[in-house]
């Protein structure tokens, strides 16, 4: 294990519903901290007082800021993977057509619940251990749609490794512009009936 990987663990994992709660506070503070102040304002003194404790509480869960957001970004990026992951689940053996809608919707859902969260966490994402944590929600993501697609009624496959990962490029793409303001006024309103229009084409026409 690295010097770099050992700082960004936590210094225990809770386990009774006290310490469980006490670390739920410890997340949704720091989400609160990095929305309304930014990342280089997002320190442990200031997650602590909007948490409502001392510095010295949060320390018992975190050596540093550092293992705090690593931490806060691994269960944003998990809730995300679960939610693909559940879908892609629910659809196997379902129709392309099916799976795109059901895929679509899960994975906007999913992203945008908290719109300010996931662009918050973007900065995140680029600090020590971001793009390696990013990288293994991905590859989850993309292994649960192989699957899926691998499994289709109406269609086989050549490469489904393949299709799939144009497939979950092609919803991260979009709703990454929404999220960094490149998009126009309408653009989110429309942007489940038209990837749902993109997938299920993508999807029918791929060998």
């Given at each position: 294990?690295t010097?770099?990987?050992?700082?960004?663990?936590?210094?225990?994992?809770?386990?009774?519903?006290?310490?469980?709660?006490?670390?739920?506070?410890?997340?949704?503070?720091?989400?609160?901290?990095?929305?309304?102040?930014?990342?280089?304002?997002?320190?442990?003194?200031?997650?602590?007082?909007?948490?409502?404790?001392?510095?010295?509480?949060?320390?018992?869960?975190?050596?540093?800021?550092?293992?705090?957001?690593?931490?806060?970004?691994?269960?944003?990026?998990?809730?995300?993977?679960?939610?693909?992951?559940?879908?892609?689940?629910?659809?196997?053996?379902?129709?392309?057509?099916?799976?795109?809608?059901?895929?679509?919707?899960?994975?906007?859902?999913?992203?945008?619940?908290?719109?300010?969260?996931?662009?918050?966490?973007?900065?995140?994402?680029?600090?020590?251990g971001?793009?390696?944590?990013?990288?293994?929600a991905?590859?989850?993501?993309?292994?649960?749609?192989?699957?899926?697609?691998?499994?289709?009624?109406?269609?086989?496959?050549?490469?489904?490794?393949l299709?799939?990962?144009?497939?979950?490029?092609?919803?991260?793409?979009?709703?990454?512009?929404?999220?960094?303001?490149?998009?126009?006024?309408?653009?989110?309103?429309?942007?489940?009936?038209?990837?749902?229009?993109?997938?299920?084409?993508?999807?029918?026409?791929?060998?």
């Amino acid at each position: 294990m690295t010097m770099m990987n050992t700082t960004l663990k936590p210094r225990k994992t809770p386990l009774q519903a006290r310490s469980t709660a006490t670390v739920e506070a410890l997340h949704t503070a720091t989400i609160q901290v990095l929305t309304r102040e930014g990342l280089s304002r997002c320190t442990t003194t200031r997650v602590a007082r909007r948490a409502g404790m001392s510095v010295g509480s949060l320390y018992q869960y975190y050596p540093n800021r550092d293992a705090l957001l690593a931490a806060v970004l691994e269960n944003h990026l998990d809730g995300i993977a679960t939610a693909v992951e559940t879908v892609c689940r629910q659809q196997q053996g379902a129709n392309t057509a099916e799976m795109a809608r059901a895929l679509a919707a899960a994975f906007l859902a999913a992203k945008l619940r908290d719109p300010q969260e996931s662009r918050a966490l973007y900065a995140v994402a680029a600090e020590r251990g971001g793009a390696q944590q990013a990288a293994q929600a991905y590859g989850r993501m993309a292994a649960s749609i192989t699957a899926m697609l691998a499994s289709a009624s109406n269609k086989t496959f050549a490469d489904p490794a393949l299709i799939a990962t144009v497939t979950l490029s092609s919803l991260i793409g979009p709703v990454r512009a929404v999220l960094e303001g490149h998009t126009p006024p309408g653009f989110e309103a429309a942007l489940e009936t038209q990837l749902i229009v993109l997938l299920s084409a993508w999807l029918q026409a791929a060998e």
